[in-house]
């Protein structure tokens, strides 16, 4: 199986709370031999828009590519003002020509991928970025499971704060261990549901 983790972190360089996440999650998924690829968009060209490709410099369409031979998708960001980050939601505004298809009666390409969400931050907003994405997974066809997200809110990964990577690891590993190990169960679980294929008329 391969999963590809969407890094939504809004920073270039420096620690980053939601990387280490990202991190620490694809240890778990790779315990359960499940190759994992974490994407910091941050660090690609990423052009406005909402069509699989908007032409030269654009890197979308490899990424899209990756998403497309993946098994599982997460979605992973901080908190902003309540919602996800701005990296985040370009990525769903450029997913818009698969939903497309759907609409116009095509089945998703996304069908039998299982999606998850990983969120950090010091505030409240982790519930409406988690019912944010899982609407847009429901419209895009991806399937996304219970329990099949992990927030950690901790007031040490507000802004300005610096804690050290072996800080926010020891922080994960106690407090978050087992909620990550149930969330790869229900990737792994619901990944292997395949979709039910239409009859033929």
């Known amino acids: 199986m391969k999963a590809t983790i969407l890094l939504g972190t809004l920073k270039k360089t420096g620690?980053?709370?939601?990387?280490?996440?990202?991190?620490?999650?694809?240890?778990?998924?790779?315990?359960?031999?499940?190759?994992?690829?974490i994407i910091k968009l941050v660090e690609h060209s990423i052009l406005p828009g909402t069509y699989n490709d908007m032409g030269a410099g654009d890197d979308w369409p490899k990424i899209l590519e990756q998403l497309?031979?993946?098994?599982?998708?997460?979605?992973?960001?901080p908190i902003w003002w309540n919602n996800h980050s701005s990296e985040i939601q370009r990525i769903i505004e450029r997913l818009d020509?698969?939903?497309?298809?759907?609409m116009a009666g095509k089945e998703s390409r996304l069908a039998g991928k299982v999606g998850g969400v990983l969120v950090?931050?010091?505030?409240?907003?982790?519930?409406?970025?988690?019912?944010?994405?899982?609407?847009?997974?429901n419209a895009i066809g991806l399937t996304f499971p219970?329990?099949?997200?992990?927030?950690?809110?901790?007031?040490?990964q507000a802004k300005g704060q610096k804690p050290t990577?072996?800080?926010?690891?020891?922080?994960?590993?106690k407090d978050y261990k087992a909620t990550a190990q149930?969330?790869?169960q229900q990737l792994i679980s619901?990944?292997?549901?395949?979709?039910?294929?239409s009859a033929k008329k």
């Open 15 to 37: 620690l980053s709370n939601t990387e280490v996440l990202c991190e620490f999650f694809q240890q778990h998924l790779e315990a359960q031999k499940i190759e994992c690829s």
């Open 68 to 77: 497309l031979a993946s098994d599982m998708i997460l979605f992973a960001s």
């Open 97 to 102: 020509e698969l939903h497309d298809e759907i």
């Open 120 to 137: 950090t931050g010091d505030s409240d907003g982790a519930q409406t970025i988690i019912a944010n994405v899982g609407n847009f997974f």
């Open 146 to 156: 219970p329990f099949a997200s992990l927030t950690v809110l901790w007031d040490k």
């Open 165 to 173: 990577k072996q800080e926010l690891l020891a922080k994960y590993e």
């Open 182 to 184: 149930k969330m790869v």
């Open 190 to 197: 619901f990944s292997k549901v395949k979709p039910a294929t």
